[in-house]
Nanobody, 114 residues
Framework: VQLQASGGGLVQAGGSLRLSCAASGKVFSINAMGWYRQTPGKQRELVADINNGGSTIYAGSAKGRFTISRDNAKNTVFLQMNSLKPEDTAIYYC?????????WGKGTLVTVSS
């Protein structure tokens, strides 16, 4: 299983970015897909997650600003990020849970300037 993320970049505070992540390979049943982020010296943390039923989970810092969505037919997950803040600067990793195994993408850098 491979996860290919895209959409990161540099944006000013208050701006928006949309991340995408497509799963490919032996993808027969994805239980959940999500986004995590990590900054130097800190643990990777959950940003948002969506299961195959459409139920979502958001970190407190993401609620009201980020929206996760999923295209099950294309095995793709999206993260719409609005009202971005400098503290959102991080490497964002796509995650897929398949038969109890977590798969990770390589990460995409999001930089929010003040």
């Amino acid at each position: 299983v491979q996860l290919q993320a895209s959409g990161g970049g540099l944006v000013q505070a208050g701006g928006s970015l949309r991340l995408s992540c497509a799963a490919s390979g032996k993808v027969f049943s994805i239980n959940a897909m999500g986004w995590y982020r990590q900054t130097p010296g800190k643990q990777r943390e959950l940003v948002a997650d969506i299961n195959n039923g459409g139920s979502t989970i958001y970190a407190g810092s993401a609620k009201g600003r980020f929206t996760i969505s999923r295209d099950n037919a294309k095995n793709t997950v999206f993260l719409q990020m609005n009202s971005l803040k400098p503290e959102d600067t991080a490497i964002y990793y796509c995650n897929a849970l398949i038969y109890g195994i977590h798969y990770w993408g390589k990460g995409t850098l999001v930089t929010v300037s003040s």
